[in-house]
Structure formats: structure tokens, C-alpha cells
């Protein structure tokens, strides 16, 4: 796989030849008006029944083929897709590479190359097939390998609505997302402004349960935050003091989706502090017991945060969606 610099600078080119040829940063809360309305009612399950019938199949492959490539793939392509919903709603805008670097993926370094390639391997192997060929958007390629991401590792199998058209815009002074220091106080205001509640955020925080986390994201918490378990601190310490770009595992078992994220911070183990804010605060504790005891909960509250999350911002062609030929950029 391209590492980071190597996926940018290809993207970049070829987009010089077209023309010539787990969490973000920003700390600010959202307000409605920057996600677009959602458009629930254009979505159905069976959407490309008669267009593209083998769509979920193709998909399903592929992202099995990029998770055998490398284990970053599944909580990659997940985290890209909250990434995606969160920003101007379920449109792909987080594909897009502009070519002044005014996009919404530049300079996040939450969001791993491996999360972009799996797209891009399931874009490609879907208009590979004639009969489907530039007739599935990204934005749905990526509802379809989030589920997949969450189903190959483990987690529950979910039927994903289908039918929304990608966005034509991303610019980096649009990305509004939660930062890994959030309290509960600030992350409910977040996801309020997306319309959850707060057991839904407790669910949907769940997809921690599979990936990593680079040391500038929790490091600051060594040392100084008394809540996180001792001996934890210090395997911690011992990582990222050995090597500036080490990264940790967001819970004991990374590519297996299940309640150990749980588990993990009733001991005072979790990476993050957003994370462990939701057992440490007594607002939230139940929920995460909750989820601990009754892996089966976990996974049906989980189920229903997705779908919900699905559905912010769809477009359509009515409000001016496309289905692009390249998830990259604009048609």
C-alpha cells in the first residue's frame, strides 16, 4: 500500500494531468445550517436492483480484498465515512482532491491512506462491471464498505439504504468535527447538532472498538491525566517515546469488532480522552456498562446509529448531486 505522502502526490497528479490533462482537529461546534437537509425518503435498500444488481456482492469483495491487504483498511474506510456524514452530510465530499489543497481530508491526520484505497479498490471494481459502470455514487460505495468494515471484523450485518448522490465540494474551512480532548458536555453538543441523542452518540462511539490511534491524539494524556490506569500510561509512554509517528490500538483486539472498547474504559484504559469521558462521567457511565454487560445491545444500538447516520445530508440530483467517475473529483 502507498503510505500517506505517496497516495497524496498520485492524486495530485493525476489531477494535474486532468487539468492540463480513530476524529478531526478543529475544536468549534456545528451548527445545523452546515449540513445539508437530509433527503431520507430518495433511499431504499433495493435501489440498484435493476442497474446494478451484483452492487453489494462487487463490494463485498473488494473490501475483504483490501482488509487481506492490510488490517488498517476496515477501521480506515469506517472513520472516513463518520468523517464524510459528520463534515456536509453522506455525499463523498471527503474523496475530493483539489488542486490548491482547499479539501476536507488535507492535513487530517486521523484519516489513513488505507481508508481512501479501499474506496477507490471498491469504486473500481464496480465500474468494472458494464452493467454498472458510472451508474453507483461514491457516496454509496462508502455506506456499503462501512458496513462491510464493521461486518468482515466481527460486528453485525446491517442493510445499508442506497440511493445518494456525491457532492461537488470540499474546502478545509468546512470541516467541523469532534477532538479527541472533547468532554461529554461538548460531544453531546456535537452529535446533537447531527440529531443524536446521547445513548446514540455512547453507541456510535463504538466504532472505536476497531483501529488505532497516532500518539498526538492522547499522548498529552500521559502523565497527567489521573484517571487513566497507571501501568497503562506507561506502556503508552514506552511507545510513543520511542518513536514520534507510533501509534496505539484503540482497544486489547483492533480488527475484531466487539464491546471490548467498553470493557476497556471501565478499567481506565481508554486511548482517548473523548472516549473514556463517557465512562468517567456519570451521565454516560450506565450506557457503557450497559453495552458491556450485553455485547448484543451494543451491536443493535449500533445498527440504528448507523443507519441514522446515513441518512444526514443526502443529495440528489434535484440538489445538485452527480455520480462521479472518479471518486476524487468532480465530474
Known amino acids: 500500500m502507498r503510505g500517506r505522502r505517496g497516495w497524496r502526490a498520485d492524486v495530485l497528479a493525476r489531477r494535474k494531468r486532468r487539468v492540463v490533462c480513530g476524529r478531526g482537529r478543529r475544536q468549534v461546534l456545528p ?22 444488481p451484483n452492487l453489494e456482492v462487487i463490494v463485498r469483495s473488494s473490501v475483504k480484498q483490501s482488509m487481506a491487504q492490510s488490517p488498517i483498511s476496515a477501521p480506515a474506510a469506517l472513520r472516513l465515512f463518520f468523517h464524510d456524514c459528520a463534515v456536509r452530510g453522506c455525499d463523498a465530499s471527503i ?90 458536555d461538548q460531544l453531546n453538543a456535537f452529535f446533537s447538532g447531527l440529531g443524536f441523542t446521547q ?19 492522547f499522548q498529552y494524556r500521559i502523565g497527567s491525566d489521573a484517571i487513566m490506569d497507571p501501568g497503562f500510561a506507561s506502556q503508552l509512554n ?10 496505539a490500538f484503540l ?14 474504559l471501565q478499567v481506565s484504559k481508554g486511548l482517548l480522552g473523548s472516549d473514556q469521558v463517557l465512562y468517567s462521567d456519570m451521565r454516560s ?6 453495552y458491556t454487560s450485553n455485547q448484543g445491545a451494543f451491536f443493535g444500538d449500533f445498527v440504528a446509529a448507523m443507519t441514522k447516520l446515513e441518512r444526514i445530508g443526502v443529495k440528489t440530483l434535484a440538489t445538485g448531486g452527480e455520480i462521479r467517475q472518479d471518486c476524487r473529483f468532480p465530474n
Not at 451548527?31 to 446494478?52: F, N
Request: hydrophobic share 35%; with cysteine.
Open 31 to 52: 451548527s445545523m445550517a452546515s449540513v445539508p437537509p437530509s433527503a431520507v425518503a430518495e433511499l431504499r435498500t433495493d435501489y440498484y436492483a435493476s442497474t446494478c
Open 95 to 184: 474523496m475530493i482532491v483539489n488542486s490548491n489543497g482547499d479539501d476536507e481530508w488535507r492535513d487530517n491526520q486521523s484519516l489513513k491512506p488505507e481508508g481512501f484505497q479501499t474506496i477507490l479498490n471498491a469504486k473500481a471494481a464496480v465500474d468494472s462491471d458494464p452493467q454498472c459502470r458510472y451508474k453507483v455514487s461514491c457516496a454509496d460505495i462508502m455506506a456499503l464498505a462501512a458496513r462491510e468494515s464493521v461486518y468482515q471484523s466481527g460486528g453485525p450485518y446491517y442493510e445499508v439504504e442506497l440511493g445518494r448522490y456525491d457532492g461537488r465540494v470540499s474546502t478545509r474551512d468546512g470541516v467541523v468535527l469532534p477532538h479527541a480532548n472533547f468532554n461529554l
Open 199 to 217: 445513548p446514540e452518540m455512547v453507541a456510535l462511539s463504538g466504532a472505536h472498538t476497531i483501529g488505532a490511534a497516532d500518539c498526538p491524539f
Open 238 to 247: 514506552d511507545t510513543c517515546s520511542s518513536n514520534p509517528n507510533a501509534f
Open 251 to 264: 482497544d486489547p483486539s483492533p480488527v475484531g469488532f466487539d464491546n471490548a472498547f467498553y470493557r476497556n
Open 285 to 290: 457511565r450506565n450506557t457503557v456498562d450497559y
